[in-house]
């Protein structure tokens, strides 16, 4: 595979969820220089290596979702970009959807049965909401666990060490479950 990054410069953030160990490595056998920085500090660096980049498109190996296309039908893909990850249409160039890419959390959205995602605001703060957005408007800003209020039937949310109701009015709380490593 020749990604044409043969002495460049590839400033990878180790922080940022997109460029993981595994593409650094890839970008390294091409012959590219990979810089790993562990802090935002090198922030500069990082856009000036996008910059670059610009215009070329790099080929990195493609991992399948299981989102499927809703122009073309294919199965879309995940990338990696500088805002992390994201996914799509292998059919580019002819197909050129992308739809940004959301952790599934393993918990079903208690007003559709779809998935819960974890997302972020504008701002970067973390909450969590239903994957059929805006279909259903399902968020919480803490993290479901998957249990159950065993009072009101609703979601339970992790708080620090505590599971409290979803539901304010109920108000029901018990201590987390401590988990087995
Ligand atoms: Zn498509
Ligand atoms: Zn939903
Ligand atoms: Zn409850």
Known sequence: MDLGLKDKVV????????FGKGIATEFAREGAKVVVCTSEAFKAELDQAEKDLDGERIKVPEEESDVVCELCGRRMVIKYGPHGRFLACPGFPECRNTKPYFEKIGVACPKCGKDIVMKKTKKGRKYYGCIDNPECDFMVWQKPSG?????CG?????????LVCMDEQCGYVKNKPTEEK
Not at 154 to 162: C, F, H, Q
């Open 154 to 162: 609703k979601l339970l949310l992790e708080k620090g060490n505590k």
């Open 11 to 18: 400033v990878c953030m180790s922080s940022a969820s997109g």
């Open 147 to 151: 249990e159950k209020c065993p009072r």
